[in-house]
């Protein structure tokens, strides 16, 4: 009987649209839009009479270290910044550690490569290695010639190595290449930080023009005063 009931064809109840007269209030508030402004105004006065009672409560020889670690900016709370500084010889440290710990990351990254590359050295190449044959004369010289080229043409040679294999190799040579870019990379990021740190540090010191410059470069050069040592 339900499926029947809901076979029948119902009547469609519309809404009731804003009558002609009242058209400059815009659409026509339903019950349920209602509900939802009724309750986010009621939520707001709620909030509101939550802090009056704060206020009107509230101790007036409180104190919180807030009221003097911010400040107001606009009517909006506007904190200190909380990051810490640093002397110049804690920063100094902090740089000798960064210096000294991508070095470590580049020389590391230059073994792998060495490793890798002595072994893919000569891979699918025949043997550089030569052996010396003597003969008393000529005679016995072309016969252990002969014999030398049948040895060398039953010796085996991967003339054409598998494709899994040449896949591999690739992939290696590739890994190769990358490892030997980025420790030439870090290598320079340590030599830019060394000057950094050099930067920081005491004495007086200039950046070159390029006219003064003996041996051009890429990067600046600095020249430091010279300083009598005690």
């Known amino acids: ?10 009547r469609t109840h519309k809404e009731r649209a804003q009558p002609a007269a009242r058209s400059k209030f815009g659409l ?8 939802l402004r009724a309750r986010d105004y009621h939520k707001k006065q709620e909030n509101i009479q939550r802090l009056r009672e704060k206020a009107a409560s509230r101790n007036p020889d409180e104190f919180y270290f807030k009221m003097i670690n911010t400040r107001t900016v606009d009517g909006v709370h506007r904190p200190q910044s909380g990051a810490k500084q640093y002397s110049s010889e804690e920063l100094l440290l902090m740089k000798t550690q960064d210096i000294q710990y991508v070095l470590q990351k580049a020389q590391s990254e230059k073994k792998k490569a060495e490793r890798l590359q002595s ?15 003597f003969a008393e004369d000529r ?11 049948s040895s060398e043409k039953k010796a085996i040679f991967p003339a054409k190595l598998p494709k899994r294999i040449k896949r591999k190799m690739a992939g ?7 490892r030997k870019k980025r420790a030439d990379e870090m290598q320079n990021i340590v030599t830019e930080m ?7 540090g005491k004495g007086r010191k200039r950046k070159l023009r390029d006219d003064e410059i003996v041996h051009p470069t890429s990067g600046p050069v600095y020249k430091w005063r010279k300083e009598r040592k005690r």
């Open 1 to 10: 009987m339900s499926s029947l009931r809901n076979a029948v064809k119902r």
């Open 28 to 35: 026509l508030e339903k019950h349920k839009d209602y509900v």
């Open 119 to 133: 072994a893919l050295h000569c891979i699918g190449c025949r043997p550089s290695n030569r052996h010396t044959y």
């Open 139 to 149: 005679e016995e010289a072309k016969e252990l010639e002969q014999v030398i080229l």
């Open 172 to 178: 290696a040579y590739k890994e190769l290449e990358e």
């Open 194 to 200: 060394s000057l950094r740190k050099e930067l920081m």
